[in-house]
């Protein structure tokens, strides 16, 4: 009876050990190829940067920042080798022992638990499988584990390793968790901090310092133990590092610039191009922002717009809490945890009120005194032309439990501020390429993710003139010519209505220069000259700096900027006035890398296409090229009396106050549209050119007298004054074709040199106008009108 029974064990045996013969080569057969493991693309997030290579921003569900092993500190991969795979060195993949010993430990509880995973282990599974708890999951693990010993060396495995595996808080490898837990790089990290990042793999869920602290210290703790055992760190290195305090807190990214607004334009760009690749394929982007640039261009709108918003008067706190009795600095944490900084604006809590000055509570700053240089102006608000009386005393204005804001002024002082109702953008170009080498939309982006500067189509007012001033010097009119400032009434036959400009100021000067005019800013001038020259001419001519037909109207409201144009588009124009006479096109995209390294893109300036327009006149000078064959917009003739112009309203015009800058090379042009909705500054230096617009995003008026010398010229020269700091003056040369000549400042005409009213000005050397001694007569000379007090009518 025994021999059959033990054939048929040996039988049933041989076919168990035959069957399991068959799976296993199945299963070894369908095991992925390890060669993928080598061309592995781990999802790393887009990187946006400056052209100074300073972060700007990151994309992507996942943090992640690949790096080599040798850029891995040792004691770091002692701490993993510690905690995770004391032998993986000395394996072939697969550790035996840990797998017997998982093995007896399942015998005596009964129960599956994770044991005996080498690191080699760990990378099959997070490449290749999934996480779940079974036998044939973990028969894949050990035959993958052993092929992958096979063909990778133990370097390049425990690279994949410390680059795949997860740490917790969406942080994926080691350079990852290193930025999201303590805000810098591996090796600026200590040995108890090493080790706590080192035993996160093990349940980062759970495990991780942020979740679970006192579970993270516990794990810390076995991790040092380790160490410690294996010879890696001594006693005493060991006592330091097991009682240190752990500072562990999330961290965002780690921003060296802050340009959000770029960040965005940026992302939007790449996700046009490589669609959801964008965020997982490891691209970088190196733009064309400046680092000295950027910070300098969003303080100035900041600052700006704050002291716009002071000048209207205080609206209330932003909220108010009722303080219980006894109430500490835990309470008060608690009350501003809700309330983050906005741009330059931080939170803080009233906790009492003196007679002039109040007590407040801010995170950062502690308990502090916010004294009465600091309340003064806080005029309560009534409308946008109206303050109501000015406070007294401190409880006039505030009481306890409110929360504030704080804007660090000049002086280092705190001062109450509020978040401004209005809306600014500044754009910073290199006139010679194009480049935007900064640029803020808007306040703050977490506020409003609208891009002013690109985005926003605002009338730019006078600061329009000096392309309708351009268009006349192309007609034949020159600097010199005399055009009548005087009331001028248009009729509209078919909308049965008048139209009547005036000018800011109410009054008429009569007889004027064009360059008198420009400087001070004459409505009724460049209304004059646009009817000289014609609305289709000077919409040819206009078209060449970069604008389109659709933007621009088609009557005589041009003439005083009705259009609708961004700031980048108004900057973009200019530069046309300060690089010589050639358009650019705007560019913030230096290059796009690989996750290698390697330029997939290098977005040199490219010269801009000709107009999209049948009858725009050919380029001035065909062979007059600019930078990389950049088509020229208007002459350098043009160009460099357009420049003396627009110098000629710093020196004496509407944007005077630029002179405080104390520089003999700037230009620009001050605008405001009716109502005060807009109020504008463009200006420029042969090397950098910047537009800066402010108003309400809703079109509603600024309020009286808020134009823009005086609510945009102060953010122009706030960030010149930082963006011009030791750079040496530089003025446009003065090209061929051109002659000085003296003048009669009233007549506009060649005088002599004992002419009491006699000044210089620059004519092309064909349009000199005629002097009374008979000389001959230019193309130029433009007859002077009707007096200034008797208006004319077009009917």
């Keep these: 009876m025994l021999r059959p029974f033990l054939k048929l064990l040996v039988l049933l045996l041989t076919l168990v050990v035959l069957g399991s013969a068959a799976s296993l080569a199945y299963l070894v057969r369908h095991l992925p190829s390890i060669e993928s493991l080598r061309a592995i693309h781990l999802q790393v997030p887009l990187q946006v940067y400056t052209r100074d290579r300073s972060l700007i921003a990151e994309f992507g569900e996942n943090r992640r920042a690949p790096v080599k092993l040798e850029d891995v500190p040792r004691p770091f991969l002692q701490a993993v080798l510690a905690a995770e795979d004391e032998r993986f060195y000395q394996h072939p993949g697969v550790d035996w022992r840990a797998i017997l010993r998982a093995a007896l430990r399942l015998a005596m509880t009964g129960a599956k638990t994770q044991g005996g995973s080498t690191i080699t282990m760990q990378v099959a599974r997070n490449f290749f499988l999934t996480r779940e ?16 010993e096979r063909e990778l060396r133990k370097d390049e495995i425990l690279e994949l390793y410390l680059n795949k595996i997860y740490f917790g808080h969406r942080a994926y490898g080691v350079a990852a968790a290193a930025q999201v837990y303590y805000g810098t790089e591996l090796n600026h990290l200590g040995i108890a901090e090493l080790a706590m990042i080192a035993g996160l793999p093990k349940a980062p869920s759970k495990l991780n310092p942020i979740t679970n602290p006192e579970r993270a210290r516990e794990r810390r703790g076995y991790v040092l133990g380790r160490m410690r055992d294996l010879g890696f760190i001594d006693a005493g290195q060991y006592r330091t590092a097991v009682n240190a305090n752990d500072r562990a807190e999330l961290h965002g990214h780690r921003v060296e ?46 600052a700006g717009l ?38 330059a604006l931080r939170p803080a809590l009233v906790v009492g009120i003196q007679d002039r000055s109040v007590m407040a509570f801010n995170t950062d700053s502690g308990l502090f005194a916010l004294d009465w240089d600091g309340l003064s102006w806080a005029r309560p608000y009534v409308d946008d032309a109206n303050r109501g009386p000015a406070p007294k005393r401190a409880g006039d204005i505030l009481q306890a439990g409110d929360v504030i804001r704080l804007h660090v002024d000049d002086n280092g002082l705190f001062t109450l501020a509020q978040i401004p109702k209005a809306e600014g953008a500044v754009v910073l170009l290199d006139p010679a390429n194009g480049e935007i080498l900064a640029l803020s939309g808007g306040f703050d982006f977490s506020l409003s993710k609208f891009n002013r500067a690109t985005q926003a189509r605002r009338q730019p007012g006078s600061g329009f003139k000096p392309f309708i001033y351009s268009a006349a010097l192309e007609a034949g009119y020159t600097a010199a010519s005399i055009v009548n400032d005087a009331p001028i009434t248009f009729y509209e036959p078919e909308l049965d209505s008048v139209w009547r400009p005036r000018n800011y100021t109410r009054n008429y000067k009569g007889p004027i220069r064009l360059r008198e005019a420009l400087a001070l800013s004459r409505n009724l001038v460049s209304v004059r000259l646009l009817r000289g020259i014609g609305i289709k001419r000077a919409l040819r001519h206009i078209q060449r700096f970069g604008f389109t037909r659709d933007e621009l109207p088609r009557n005589f409201s041009l003439a005083l900027g009705t259009g609708g144009l961004s700031p980048l588009q108004v900057a973009a124009g200019y530069a046309v006035f300060a690089n010589g006479g050639f358009r650019v096109t705007p560019t913030f995209i230096a290059r796009i890398e690989n996750d290698a390294g390697e330029v997939m893109m290098e977005k040199a300036p490219e010269p801009p296409a000709e107009p999209d327009c049948r009858d725009c006149p050919k380029s001035p000078s065909p062979d007059d090229a600019g930078p990389g064959g950049a088509v020229r917009a208007i002459s350098a003739q043009n160009a460099w009396i357009m420049d003396s112009m627009l110098q000629e309203v710093i020196r004496s015009g509407t944007a005077r106050a630029a002179k405080v800058l104390e520089r003999h090379d700037l230009a620009g042009k001050t605008g405001t549209t009716n109502d005060h909705k807009d109020a504008w500054f463009s200006g420029y230096t042969r090397r950098l050119v910047a537009s800066v617009w402010v108003g309400f995003d809703e079109s509603i008026s600024l309020g009286p007298k808020e134009t823009g010398a005086r609510v945009a010229l102060p ?81």
């Design 133 to 148: 708890k079974t036998y044939a999951r973990k028969l894949n693990e050990i035959l993958l584990a052993l092929k992958i």
């Design 257 to 302: 610039v802050h340009a959000p607004y770029v960040a965005e334009m940026v992302r939007a760009y790449m996700v046009e191009r490589f669609g959801s690749e964008a965020y997982t394929a490891g691209y970088r982007v190196v733009t064309t922002i400046a680092d000295t640039y950027q910070p300098a261009a969003q303080e100035a709108l900041q």
């Design 306 to 343: 704050i002291g716009y918003d002071r000048r209207h008067g205080y609206r209330k706190p932003e909220a108010h809490h009722d303080l219980p009795p006894g109430a500490g600095e835990s309470d008060w944490k608690r009350i501003l945890a809700d309330y983050p900084s906005i741009g």
């Design 715 to 795: 953010v122009w020269i706030r960030f010149m004054k930082r963006a011009l700091h030791g750079v040496p003056e530089s003025t446009m040369p003065e090209p061929p074709g051109l002659v000085t000549v003296r003048i009669d400042r009233d007549t506009g005409l060649v005088t002599d040199a004992d002419n009491p009213h006699a000044l210089f000005e620059v004519f092309r050397s064909d349009s000199i106008p005629r002097r009374h001694a008979g000389l001959p007569t230019a193309r130029s000379t433009i007859p002077t009108e009707t007096a200034a007090s008797a208006p004319e009518q077009l009917f």
